[in-house]
């Protein structure tokens, strides 16, 4: 039974994560935040030790590409200090584990069709940014120390249980919100024009673990379902789910700074790992989780 130490196992992802692995035989280690944290490099140390884990995967970030414009200084400690302290532990205590770090799609330089892992990396933002410096300091670790290193480029995915500083589970919200009262009401949104590749969090974890019990033939992967929608299209997915007149209204303060007009994966390294779950059936559970909540 393989031993797999999962750093922010109670974050939205983490927890879809810790079942998918558990129902394949893993025993997991779990590493959470307040009593693990990432910046605390003698934490780090004796949970990669007590853990002597086969494989190791990290989920601890600072996540969202709005708050890290909000607190860039964070996000650097979080994505690219907290990583390395996880990397020194493990060259240091469990040597032989592989390790999956999670990236983003936010890492590309822009494009008008689907991204390959050998297009060129230009983050427009915060978190993108640490998320190249994560990738970078991958190759160094396994160059130096030998080390199974694992990055994905994860695009967008999406579930029962994401937070609300996201849009898909915020739009859900407020439209099942306004169903419940069974009267019109307003949504109020950032930009809609942008096309984002859109999976389902159940899909991507499976991904997950197979990168990690199969042989590797890259160090990199895009993960995402190679398909984009439109922003305006994924609303009014959820807007056509309501019984109820709701009129969609523009808000300045809701748009960034910058927001790449397109993003979809090239999945072909993953494709034969990728369930393929229609991103409309996940929308569906999640405005029903509002909804009759």
Not at 80 to 87: D, M, N, R, T, V
Request: glycine share 6%; proline share 4%.
């Amino acid at each position: 039974m393989p031993r797999t130490l999962v750093v922010g196992a109670t974050g939205f992802v983490g927890g879809y994560l810790v079942r998918e692995l558990e129902s394949a035989g893993h025993s997991v280690v779990q590493a959470n935040f307040p009593e693990f944290n990432l910046l605390n490099l003698e934490q780090v140390e004796k949970t990669v030790r007590d853990a002597a884990p086969d494989y190791v995967v990290n989920l601890a970030a600072v996540s969202s590409v709005g708050q890290s414009w909000k607190d860039p200084l964070m996000t650097v400690d979080v994505n690219i200090k907290g990583s390395l302290h996880l990397l020194d532990s493990i060259q240091k205590f469990a040597p032989k584990a592989k390790t999956l770090l999670i990236g983003s799609a936010e890492e590309y330089a822009p494009k008008d069709s689907p991204l390959k892992e050998t297009d060129a990396l230009e983050a427009s933002n915060p978190y993108g940014i640490t998320k190249v410096a994560q990738e970078n300091f991958a190759n160094l670790y396994r160059k130096k120390f030998g080390m199974q290193i694992v990055c994905t480029r994860s695009f967008n995915h999406t579930g029962v249980g994401q937070l609300l500083s996201f849009a898909l589970p915020s739009f859900c919200k407020q439209v099942a919100d306004m169903d419940r009262s069974g009267k019109p009401g307003k949504i109020y949104v950032g930009n809609l024009s942008a096309f984002r590749d859109f999976s389902d969090v159940e899909d991507v974890v499976h991904v997950y673990r197979m990168l990690l019990e199969t042989e590797n033939d890259y160090t990199v992967y895009n993960v995402g379902s190679g398909k984009a929608h439109s922003m305006r299209e994924l609303l009014q997915m959820i807007i056509d789910l309501a019984k109820v007149q709701i009129e969609v209204v523009q808000d300045p303060e809701k748009m960034r700074p910058v927001d790449i007009p397109y993003l979809c994966a090239d999945n072909s390294r993953v494709q034969k790992f990728f369930r393929g779950t229609d991103i409309r059936e996940t929308i569906r559970k999640m405005f029903s989780a509002f909804r009759n909540a």
